[in-house]
């Protein structure tokens, strides 16, 4: 039975007496509400206040709506539930790549900005605590001094010994024996007694001795004195690397054993070579001196955005754009270009340039310029100087193939160096979250955020698995010298190499967003660059670069639209050519003067070095100067010099040559002076050379 007394009632198991429960009441909202007259026998019950009950109702509400959103969030994968795959830590980059392996089409944009900012309080200039600089620095100047000594060696080597590859030398440059010297004391003692020595080809002496240990190099005539071996014991890496590289593109292949250095009469490139005597700053030291002549209120932005059917090949059409602008305090600039390739076409169009700096250029901005695919053609014979000017309009369009073959080479590259890179980092686990995955908006999508963090422990790792990959796959061959760098290894394993890293974590920040496909659609580098406390007009700042690369617009179609009213590039070249023309510039008259006196110099020679004296094999009639097959205006130097006087249109001079086949004994050649012609500047084969009315009108100047 329920009690409705004021009495307290004990709880059972409980001797504290516990509130007496109220009667429930149940209020009739629909009967009309009355004021009714206290009474002493009855208590009213409580009622509701009307706010509250609208409040409770609408928090009621809100709760079923967030309910029902929730679930309906979570069937339709609508935001926050948006089905967006977590990538994990120990397969990161493979999983994008095989995302990215799905993208046939899509929109790049790349972007880099620089911008001095107000210095953080955690912002540091670097500086290496940990380093031998002084014993570095004398290994340097070691190396140094080895590859002077070296290089004298073998200039003497070759110049002393050996066959005398042209007899008609003249007798200072012939060589004095056939056969190489037995010890280093022979070769000092002929130097020294040699004819060059006379003529002050050798002022500085021949030391064959190490700095280090002040014993003779290791050398040996070899072959019966046909061939000799010179070897050499450097002390850095450096000198390594850098000697080696020049032998990357030639079969003259060096002895390379530990630091030990072995050359040989067929090692000819290497008589001249350089070693730098201080050892390279670290690269944020560099960096930080390098920024310290910024001005405080510098600012740059750069971007570029490509967009393509890459799967379509060389016959996709593709569209792009460049912008570039900064400030440096009171000058600004601003740079943009669009260009487009329709077909076998190509268009661009120049929408931004510094005027001051442009020409003819800056009023062509705004207009479309169209590029057949006849005036990207280069003649086979680049003499030829009437189809092939050099204009830079013109040159610009026989060049746009090129940039396009080698854009796409290089993407191909890097593609394949990404995918063998990603399988390796991931092997040993280079990376690793900064924190937990999240999802964030960014330009109205729904992006999953990650922050990543390279793992210092991983770095040497990662380098020698790559090292092995890249020996084994001649898609990689690119990196062989970088990844066969033992002294780069050993920095890996220096303590200063753990300072440059613990700085680099500490003011670098690599991000990637993805979108809800599993596309990597946004990456994202910052660097805080701080200069030194030197830099007195940065004081307080630091300097913030930002690179960043966009995808968008992935696999949609690409419609590329020919634009409207497009000039053809070789009307735009001549216009530019005139515009440009030299004969109205003193300058310009002065250098065609100089030009044909340097055509009556070649001329010359070419009489000299014929066995039958003669100014070419044929005479060349009296009109504008062509290259003409075996006569004198063909010589290469010649007609280089015909189409440099013109501005690439060698048919505006007037030549001549007279005499019979194999003997032509006088020539003559005007060049116009102004764009109407009305004077020229001519020479002769009788010496002359002065200004004329007109154009040559004989075999000589009149």
């Known amino acids: 039975m329920i009690n409705f007394s004021n009495e307290q009632i004990p709880v059972q198991g409980s001797s504290t007496p516990q509130p007496t429960p109220q009667p429930v009441v149940i209020p009739n909202f629909s009967a009309p509400f009355t004021a009714t007259p206290a009474s002493p026998q009855y208590e009213k019950p409580p009622i509701i206040h009307e706010t509250k009950k609208i409040v409770f109702i609408a928090i009621a509400l809100m709760v ?25 830590e120990s397969n990161f980059f493979s999983e994008i790549l095989s995302s990215v392996a799905g993208i046939d089409s899509s929109k790049y944009t790349a972007t880099a900005s620089l911008n001095v900012v107000t210095r953080e309080s955690d912002a540091k200039a670097f500086t290496v605590t940990v380093s031998n600089v002084a014993e570095t620095r004398q290994k340097y100047q070691n190396d140094s001094t080895r590859a002077k000594n070296t290089m004298y060696i073998l200039n003497a080597l070759r110049d002393f010994y050996g066959t005398n590859p042209n007899p008609n030398d003249n007798v200072k440059y012939k060589k004095i024996k056939s056969t190489y010297p037995a010890t280093l004391a022979e070769l000092v003692l002929n130097v020294k007694t040699g004819k060059k020595a006379a003529f002050g080809i050798y002022r500085d002496p021949i030391t064959t001795t190490d700095p280090l240990t002040n014993t003779d190099y290791e050398y040996s005539a070899t072959s019966g004195g046909t061939n000799f071996a010179l070897s050499v014991n450097f002390e850095t890496q450096n000198a390594i690397t850098t000697i080696t590289k020049k032998e990357e593109k030639s079969p003259e292949k060096l002895s390379v054993i530990g630091q030990k250095i072995t050359f040989t009469k067929d090692n000819s490139k290497y008589s001249w070579f350089y070693l730098p005597s201080e050892p390279p700053k670290p690269f944020f030291v560099q960096l930080s001196e390098m920024m310290r002549s910024i001005p405080p209120d510098v600012s740059a932005q750069l971007s570029a955005i490509a967009q393509s059917q890459w799967s379509q090949g060389d016959s996709a059409d ?98 394949t160096l990404l995918k063998s890179s990603a399988e ?39 380098y020698n698995a790559l090292s092995l990959k890249a020996e084994s796959d001649n898609d990689l061959k690119n990196l062989e010298l970088f990844v066969k760098d033992t002294g780069f290894k050993e920095y890996l394993e220096s303590p200063e190499f753990n300072e440059v890293f613990d700085y680099f974590t500490a003011n670098t920040k690599f991000t990637i967003w993805m979108d809800a496909s599993g596309y990597p659609v946004l990456l994202q580098e910052k660097l805080r660059i701080v200069p030194p406390d030197t830099a007195v007009g940065l004081k307080d700042k630091q300097i913030d670069i930002i690179f960043k690369l966009t995808l968008s617009e ?87 010099t015909l189409g440099d006087i013109t501005g690439g249109n060698p048919s505006l001079a007037t030549c001549v040559a007279t005499g019979t086949a194999d003997n032509v004994q006088s020539y003559a050649i005007s060049a116009p002076l102004s764009g109407g012609k009305a004077y020229s500047w001519c020479v002769d084969s009788m010496g002359t050379s002065k200004q004329i009315v007109g154009a040559l009108k004989d075999i000589t100047c009149k």
């Open 424 to 462: 390796v980092a991931d092997s040993v686990k280079l990376i690793s979250f900064a924190e937990n995955p999240k999802q964030e908006k960014v330009d109205g999508q729904n992006l999953t955020r990650y922050d990543l963090i390279v793992k210092k422990e991983a770095i040497l790792p990662f």
């Open 318 to 415: 593709w569209i792009f754009n460049t912008d570039a602008s900064g400030s440096f305090g009171d000058l600004k600039y601003k740079f943009n270009a669009d260009a487009l390739k329709k077909d076998k076409d190509y268009y661009f169009k120049i929408n931004n340039i510094p005027s001051i700096l442009s020409g003819y250029i800056g009023a062509l901005k705004g207009t479309w310029i169209k590029i057949p695919e006849a005036s990207t053609k280069k003649p086979a014979d680049t003499r030829d100087y009437s189809s092939y000017s050099y204009s830079a309009v013109s040159y610009f369009a026989r060049e746009f193939p090129d940039f396009e073959k080698h854009y796409k080479d290089y993407r191909k590259y890097l593609v």
């Open 554 to 640: 992935i696999n949609q179609a690409l419609n590329v639209e020919v634009p409207a009213g497009a000039r053809l590039v070789d009307d735009v070249a001549k216009e530019s050519k005139q515009n440009e023309d030299y004969t109205y510039d003193p300058s310009g008259a002065a250098m065609i003067k100089q030009k044909l006196s340097s055509i009556r110099a070649e001329a010359e020679i070419l009489y000299n070095k014929s066995s039958r004296n003669t100014y070419g094999y044929r005479p060349f009639l009296l009109g504008p100067c062509k290259n003409t097959a075996s006569t004198m205006f063909a010589e290469a130097n010649i007609w280089k």
């Open 64 to 88: 079923l709506l967030a309910v029902g959103f929730t679930a309906f969030a979570y069937m339709k994968k609508v935001w926050p539930f948006t089905s967006t795959p977590k990538i994990s």
